[in-house]
């Protein structure tokens, strides 16, 4: 039954309409054809958004895109916010100026947890919380929440989150500046007293964010020299160095000017960079962040409770970078040898870097191993490409039990089909007893540029906005990171097709992924969750960490935005 597998095909999303970012009254039905973008060869690519119709109904990739030329002949919308608002607001939200002053200034007095998850007293207060959950795609956690937070918000957190910003300036640009209205010149309007409960920076920081929509906006109706006039307002109040969204603004807005140079020829499209061996300051910053380790321990707990009882133990681990993870598992081995003692422990590590310093980190898990009496094989599988992977490569044993461990792994392979599915058929051939698996919880792999486009900057708002938390005073770390994130942010806005590498898809195309090959979701123990929360209370700010159950799995987030996701699976 190992090999018979199920063919690997595209999925089918037909008639999922209900909740498509873009309006469906026909008032911009010919320009969306036009400005999908080029076509995206990724034959993996309608994982990405359950609310597009296949390319057979809707002409979802088109090759007839509208070349550069004079931008006075290019259709120009109805209004310049239709797109941005059916992401970011959805129809029919209206809302007096008086309401936005008043619903303000209650946020800005009294802004916890509590108060920003619950209170939801207009169509104003909706907006800028949740900006209406992109046009009916809910962005917040909405499982069970593990750990009550309200009234948590320290008295440093009252300003407004990055993420928050970022709402209330998509709250100014969509329904405050008149129709045809030309934003390189901004003057005035009568709006602006909404933000009169802001603070100075505040403020600023709004007006650089809309700034960022209303030029991302120019780019995706393919209006470059106008786009080009708003980069360089952004590009000047920026910086790499400033707040949070000065950071984050001067990120996409360079992934933006490299879209337009890209699109009009003044820059070549190069090859994907291959990822780089994270530096020691990126290391540093990260091991400050709780994601990680919640993400690591979760999985590790729930790996140690099905082969505890095991006296031989094969651990595959498919992207296993320093290797710390593994000693924790050696540890709770050793606090039960001696009701349970354990023959060998094996860890293969499966490697496509050749950068890696795997001999290091396998020499080091042998150490820790030997200190704890735990008899201990190492291997690493190194391979340029999944697709090079066999069975035999993992020399397993009649009498083993094998778990495999993929942090952050399979995303890597939405681009490359052939690559993934290779991998999960020596996956179902070994047989594992359990499969634990985590992912980034937001979708990159959506064609439309300006639902990507949004996507992407709200969630690494809030990434951003955990790092200044958690590592402000590391600023190198940060900076690094930041960097790495920048490089990210570019491949995602920046580029289409087969160059666009970095994407990632929700727990629910998983989940629909995996189905496909016989796999069923196993769910998390009590155990696995307390063990989630106790490592998220062991950091600083572990408090602002979000846990939540989606179905069977854990969604870990910050302030409430879904971050990762962990689960486990075996197969039928």
């Not at 550069?68 to 959805?90: K, R």
């Not at 020299?225 to 400033?242: K, N, V």
Request: hydrophobic content about 40%; glycine content about 6%; charged content about 25%.
């Amino acid at each position: 039954m190992a090999d018979d597998f199920f063919p690997f095909t595209p999925f089918d999303f037909n008639g999922s309409l209900a909740g498509t970012f873009f309006p469906s009254n026909g008032i911009h039905q010919n320009q969306e054809t036009e400005l999908r973008g080029k076509e995206d060869d990724c034959p993996f690519g309608e994982l990405g958004d359950f609310n597009f119709v296949s390319p057979d109904q809707s002409g979802f990739y088109q090759q007839d895109i509208l070349k550069i030329g004079n931008e006075t002949d290019y259709p120009q919308p109805n209004s310049d916010c239709v797109i941005l608002n059916e992401i970011l607001f959805g129809i029919g939200n209206d809302f007096t100026l008086s309401e936005l002053i008043q619903e303000k200034s209650k946020i800005s007095d009294n802004l916890n947890a509590d108060s920003i998850s619950k209170q939801v007293l207009s169509p104003c207060l909706e907006t800028l919380q949740l900006l209406n959950s992109y046009g009916g795609k809910v962005k917040r956690m909405k499982g069970t929440d593990l750990e009550k937070r309200g009234g948590e918000a320290s008295e440093e957190n009252k300003s407004l989150s990055t993420e928050e910003i970022l709402r209330v300036a998509g709250a100014r640009y969509v329904h405050f500046f008149p129709e045809g209205h030309d934003e390189f010149y901004m003057p005035m309007h009568p709006c602006d007293f909404a933000l009169a409960g802001l603070s100075v920076d505040e403020r600023n920081d709004v007006e650089l964010a809309h700034v960022l929509f209303a030029a991302a906006e120019k780019v995706s109706y393919q209006q470059y020299e106008r786009a080009s006039r708003l980069l360089q307002r952004c590009e000047w109040a920026a910086s790499p160095s400033g707040n949070t969204v000065q950071r984050l603004v001067f990120y996409f807005a360079k992934a933006l000017r490299k879209r337009i140079n890209r699109e009009t020829g003044r820059e070549t499209i190069k090859e994907p960079k291959v990822d780089e061996v994270m530096s020691l300051e990126a290391l540093r910053g990260c091991m400050k962040l709780p994601f990680q380790q919640v993400m690591h321990l979760t999985a590790v707990q729930a790996i140690f409770e099905h082969v505890k009882l095991i006296s031989i133990v094969h651990l595959i681990d498919l992207e296993i970078r320093s290797g710390v993870h593994w000693s924790a598992f050696m540890k709770s081995l050793e606090d039960l040898k001696d009701e349970l003692p354990i023959n060998l422990l094996k860890i293969t590590a499966v490697v496509s870097d050749k950068g890696h310093l795997i001999e290091q980190v396998g020499k080091w898990l042998e150490n820790v191993a030997e200190s704890l009496n735990i008899p201990f094989s190492f291997k690493a599988i190194l391979v340029s490409d999944m697709m090079e992977l066999k069975e035999e490569h993992f020399e397993t044993e009649e009498h083993e039990m094998v778990a495999i461990y993929s942090p952050l792994v399979l995303r890597t392979m939405i681009t490359k089909p052939a690559s993934l599915e290779n991998l999960m058929r020596v996956i179902r051939k070994l047989n594992p007893s359990i499969m634990v698996v985590s992912e980034i919880e937001a979708n990159y792999n959506i064609s439309s540029f300006v639902n990507r486009f949004i996507e992407s900057l709200f969630f690494t708002a809030s990434y951003f906005d955990c790092l200044k938390t958690c590592i402000e005073e590391d600023e190198d770390s940060r900076r690094k990171i930041e960097g790495l994130c920048g490089e990210g942010i570019e491949n995602v806005v920046a580029s289409e097709g087969s160059d666009r590498v970095v994407r990632s898809v929700k727990i629910e195309v998983w989940r629909e992924f995996f189905g496909r090959f016989r796999m069923e979701e196993m769910e998390l123990s009590d155990s696995c969750l307390s063990q989630a929360k106790f490592v998220a209370k062991g950091f600083a700010y572990g408090k602002f960490c979000s846990l939540e159950k989606n179905q069977k799995c854990l969604i870990v987030g910050w302030k409430e935005t879904p971050i990762i996701s962990v689960s486990a699976w075996r197969f039928l």
